[in-house]
């Protein structure tokens, strides 16, 4: 039987029996032909390839799929065992791996290797891992505290936002690694994955310590807008956060007008005022210090006390150098 080669490009013999014998049987049985299923999977974004033979008839899918991954390996940040939070760095490998799950692990975790720096790097240079969480736990392992999921959910519930700390810092960590860190635990402990249910009431913790570590003007806010879940939360609780901080300009702004112009009044009311000089004026009660005033409209000198301004005496002969 002669197709039009094996994908409809050619008129050459079919060097694979078995892809004549698919298409035969296809067109036999009223299906769509072998050919437009391979061409809707060249237009698919993530085709997994058998073999090498099967790569060199995608060399555009080969390309993307090449930016893909070097895209999901942008997201994670170097790591040297101190510069961010271990469970920081696992996160972003696992959202790498989520988003090429395709590459073989082995290969993601020599790219993943290529992020570790310092001691990071020094602590699984000779080891050899075949998957991702093994690489991570061993990561965890010599840079986590080391504590279980019980030690963890205390420092969650006593979590909350400093007052000079960003809403973002608050989210990002303690909060999620917190997060993270249950989970696994948890996941230690029972040696096997979390069930939704699980991780649901994991989710709805960190919720509740999330809302009580909040200041109160944001804890007002979000109730009275209310949300669903802790992503809904945190979305909410930043734009809170914006709204506040538009606020606290436009106060300080206000603030600094109002100063502006009272200390244009009080110019403006002593006008030609001269500053001569610091004279101390000795009394049975101690010193007083005056300062000297020398006012065209006066015609004489005015001292006043330095901490209060009330007037002292109003000379119409002047004070002695």
Same mark, same amino acid.
Request: aromatic residues 10%; hydrophobic residues 35%.
């Given at each position: 039987?002669? #197709? =039009?080669?094996? $994908? !409809?490009?050619?008129?050459?013999?079919?060097?694979?029996? /078995?892809?004549?014998?698919? %298409?035969?049987?296809?067109?036999?049985?009223?299906?769509?032909?072998?050919?437009?299923?391979?061409?809707?999977?060249?237009?698919?974004?993530?085709?997994?390839?058998?073999?090498?033979?099967?790569?060199?008839?995608?060399?555009?899918?080969?390309?993307?799929?090449?930016?893909?991954?070097?895209?999901?390996?942008?997201?994670?940040?170097?790591?040297?065992?101190?510069?961010?939070?271990?469970?920081?760095?696992?996160?972003?490998?696992?959202?790498?791996?989520?988003?090429?799950?395709?590459?073989?692990?082995?290969?993601?975790?020599?790219?993943?290797?290529?992020?570790?720096?310092?001691?990071?790097?020094?602590?699984?240079?000779?080891?050899?891992?075949?998957?991702?969480?093994?690489?991570?736990?061993? #990561? =965890?392992?010599? $840079? !986590?505290?080391?504590?279980?999921?019980?030690?963890?959910? /205390?420092?969650?519930?006593? %979590?909350?936002?400093?007052?000079?700390?960003?809403?973002?810092?608050?989210?990002?960590?303690?909060?999620?690694?917190?997060?993270?860190?249950?989970?696994?635990?948890?996941?230690?402990?029972?040696?096997?994955?979390?069930?939704?249910?699980?991780?649901?009431?994991?989710?709805?913790?960190?919720?509740?310590?999330?809302?009580?570590?909040?200041?109160?003007?944001?804890?007002?806010?979000?109730?009275?807008?209310?949300?669903?879940?802790?992503?809904?939360?945190?979305?909410?609780?930043?734009?809170?956060?914006?709204?506040?901080?538009?606020?606290?300009?436009?106060?300080?702004?206000?603030?600094?007008?109002?100063?502006?112009?009272?200390?244009?009044?009080?110019?403006?009311?002593?006008?030609?005022?001269?500053?001569?000089?610091?004279?101390?004026?000795?009394?049975?009660?101690?010193?007083?210090?005056?300062?000297?005033?020398?006012?065209?409209?006066?015609?004489?000198?005015?001292?006043?006390?330095?901490?209060?301004?009330?007037?002292?005496?109003?000379?119409?002969?002047?004070?002695?150098?």
């Amino acid at each position: 039987m002669r #197709l =039009k080669g094996c $994908f !409809g490009y050619s008129s050459a013999p079919c060097n694979n029996p /078995g892809a004549s014998v698919s %298409a035969s049987s296809a067109a036999n049985s009223g299906d769509a032909p072998a050919s437009s299923n391979l061409l809707s999977a060249l237009q698919t974004p993530s085709v997994r390839f058998n073999s090498m033979s099967e790569a060199r008839l995608f060399p555009s899918n080969m390309s993307y799929l090449k930016s893909h991954i070097r895209d999901a390996l942008d997201l994670v940040s170097k790591y040297d065992g101190y510069n961010i939070p271990v469970w920081q760095f696992t996160r972003a490998c696992k959202r790498a791996k989520e988003s090429i799950p395709s590459v073989d692990k082995t290969q993601l975790v020599r790219m993943l290797r290529n992020k570790l720096l310092h001691h990071a790097y020094l602590a699984v240079e000779d080891e050899t891992h075949l998957s991702v969480d093994k690489f991570l736990d061993t #990561l =965890k392992r010599i $840079f !986590g505290p080391g504590r279980n999921s019980n030690y963890y959910r /205390g420092q969650l519930s006593n %979590a909350y936002k400093k007052p000079s700390e960003h809403v973002l810092d608050y989210i990002g960590s303690p909060l999620k690694d917190l997060r993270t860190a249950i989970i696994e635990g948890d996941q230690a402990i029972f040696d096997r994955p979390c069930t939704e249910l699980e991780i649901s009431s994991i989710d709805s913790f960190t919720l509740e310590s999330f809302f009580e570590g909040l200041p109160r003007e944001y804890r007002v806010e979000l109730r009275a807008e209310g949300y669903r879940n802790f992503a809904d939360a945190c979305s909410k609780v930043i734009a809170i956060h914006k709204r506040l901080e538009r606020e606290d300009s436009r106060y300080r702004g206000s603030a600094n007008s109002r100063n502006n112009q009272a200390r244009a009044c009080h110019t403006w009311r002593l006008p030609f005022v001269l500053i001569r000089s610091v004279h101390t004026l000795r009394r049975d009660d101690g010193n007083i210090p005056v300062i000297e005033l020398v006012s065209f409209d006066f015609r004489s000198s005015v001292a006043f006390m330095l901490d209060t301004g009330a007037q002292l005496s109003n000379n119409k002969e002047r004070m002695p150098q």
